[in-house]
């Protein structure tokens, strides 16, 4: 059983049964994908991360790329390199006021926690160490090679090994200073609407990150649109006030729907643009954890930030994780949400 709480959307379609009102929407239906399709949005973030080193005083800062597929980083000097190189990832969000604003899990827009941090400086330790090892036995190559050379090329070989032996100073130095660095993320999040095309840059639109969790498990944020408007045709989710979010109840079986970007634009992308993907399950654990509810739906990467809905459209949680080989997902309870646009002044006051 799950107590309903009267939405936009749910009066807008009472208000269609009544003929009074036509919502924009062409079938006077309760279907949830026609109904919240377009409040559902593709996000886009692309991340680096600044290294900043201090030796003598002086600060020098490097910029770090890290492939999730390969483990590996790589370093670069000039910021634009390092975002040209950046791994781009995806994920789900949704519209939740008239203000442009969208909610969505932390990890999508690229925030990292400490655990990451010290994973990304041992990375960075063992790059450094094995450039090193590299551009040494390259230098004891090109020694050799010169001993050996004619004279007709000896003077390149030189310039390379000059060269070389000029990396090796600088990843001697940087090496030496990894362990009083600092290290900083900055993301470019973006956002992709319902019929946009993915590969088209002009389909992305700009967002700023104007709350992030600082708890591990409350794995949520919210963006906000720079013109802090919701574009028209969407109708948001409500999110209800923290005080009715507790009184919401939900038992084992209770049937549940996800709107998202499973795969993210790799199965979003359609002939007609970005379409979300509509998932049904059940409820499968009670609900007696403080944080977060379980659900046998089959999500995939790019699904994290998905809304998690009653039969009804009503807001249950923000899809964020899984259980490996299984079809168990973990919500994040829509109280926690209600909590931080209650304690943040992220509610849109009525006009």
Same mark, same amino acid.
């Given at each position: 059983?799950?107590?309903?709480?009267l939405?936009?959307?749910?009066?807008?379609?009472?208000? =269609?049964?009544?003929?009074?009102? /036509?919502?924009?929407?062409?079938?006077?239906? %309760?279907?949830?994908d026609?109904?919240?399709g377009?409040?559902?949005? @593709?996000?886009?973030?692309?991340?680096?991360?600044?290294?900043?080193? $201090?030796?003598y %005083?002086?600060? &020098?800062?490097?910029?770090?790329?890290? $492939?999730?597929?390969?483990?590996?980083?790589a370093?670069?000097?000039?910021?634009?390199?390092?975002?040209?190189?950046?791994? #781009?990832?995806?994920? &789900?969000?949704?519209?939740?006021d008239?203000?442009g604003?969208?909610?969505? $899990? !932390?990890? #999508?827009?690229?925030?990292f926690?400490?655990?990451?941090?010290?994973?990304?400086?041992?990375?960075?330790?063992?790059?450094?160490?094995?450039?090193? !090892?590299?551009?040494?036995?390259?230098?004891? +190559?090109?020694? =050799?090679?010169?001993?050996?050379?004619?004279?007709?090329?000896i003077?390149?070989?030189?310039?390379?090994?000059? &060269?070389?032996?000029?990396?090796?100073?600088?990843?001697?130095r @940087?090496?030496?200073?990894?362990?009083?660095?600092?290290?900083?993320?900055?993301? !470019?999040?973006s956002?992709?609407?319902?019929?946009n095309?993915?590969?088209?840059?002009?389909?992305?639109?700009?967002?700023?990150v104007?709350?992030? /969790?600082?708890?591990?498990? =409350?794995?949520?944020? =919210?963006?906000? @649109?720079?013109?802090?408007?919701?574009?028209?045709?969407?109708?948001?989710?409500? #999110?209800?006030?923290?005080?009715?979010?507790?009184?919401?109840?939900?038992?084992?079986?209770?049937? #549940? *729907?996800i709107?998202?970007y499973?795969?993210?634009?790799?199965?979003?992308?359609?002939?007609?643009g970005?379409?979300?993907?509509?998932? !049904? %399950? $059940?409820?499968?654990?009670?609900?007696?954890?403080?944080?977060?509810i379980?659900?046998?739906?089959?999500?995939?990467?790019? /699904?994290?930030?998905?809304? *998690?809905?009653?039969?009804?459209?009503?807001?249950?949680?923000?899809?964020?994780?899984?259980?490996?080989n299984?079809?168990?997902?973990?919500?994040i309870?829509?109280?926690?949400?209600?909590?931080?646009?209650? +304690?943040?002044?992220?509610?849109?006051?009525?006009?």
């Open positions: 059983m799950i107590i309903h709480f939405t936009r959307a749910n009066i807008c379609l009472l208000l =269609v049964a009544m003929g009074f009102a /036509s919502c924009g929407i062409e079938k006077a239906s %309760g279907d949830l026609e109904m919240y377009s409040a559902v949005v @593709l996000i886009r973030t692309e991340s680096v991360y600044q290294l900043s080193l $201090n030796e %005083g002086a600060q &020098t800062v490097f910029y770090l790329t890290f $492939n999730s597929q390969t483990q590996k980083t370093i670069y000097e000039k910021k634009v390199d390092a975002f040209a190189n950046s791994e #781009v990832t995806e994920g &789900t969000g949704f519209f939740i008239r203000k604003r969208i909610a969505t $899990n !932390r990890h #999508v827009v690229g925030t926690s400490q655990q990451d941090k010290r994973q990304l400086m041992t990375l960075m330790r063992d790059y450094s160490s094995e450039f090193l !090892r590299t551009l040494r036995q390259k230098e004891d +190559e090109l020694v =050799v090679s010169i001993r050996e050379s004619y004279e007709d090329n003077e390149d070989l030189q310039e390379q090994l000059a &060269t070389t032996r000029e990396w090796i100073a600088t990843y001697n @940087l090496f030496a200073m990894l362990d009083g660095g600092s290290l900083t993320e900055e993301s !470019r999040v956002v992709a609407y319902k019929n095309f993915s590969g088209k840059s002009s389909s992305y639109h700009e967002v700023d104007v709350f992030q /969790s600082e708890d591990d498990e =409350v794995d949520l944020a =919210v963006l906000q @649109l720079p013109n802090r408007n919701t574009p028209e045709q969407v109708i948001e989710f409500y #999110v209800p006030t923290y005080e009715e979010a507790k009184e919401i109840i939900f038992e084992p079986l209770d049937p #549940v *729907v709107i998202g499973n795969l993210g634009s790799e199965v979003g992308e359609t002939p007609q970005l379409q979300a993907q509509l998932l !049904r %399950g $059940n409820i499968s654990q009670a609900a007696t954890h403080p944080i977060r379980m659900y046998n739906i089959s999500t995939e990467s790019g /699904s994290s930030g998905s809304p *998690v809905l009653d039969e009804d459209g009503n807001l249950l949680a923000v899809n964020y994780a899984g259980r490996i299984t079809q168990l997902k973990y919500g309870r829509i109280e926690h949400l209600a909590r931080i646009l209650d +304690e943040n002044n992220l509610r849109e006051i009525p006009e």
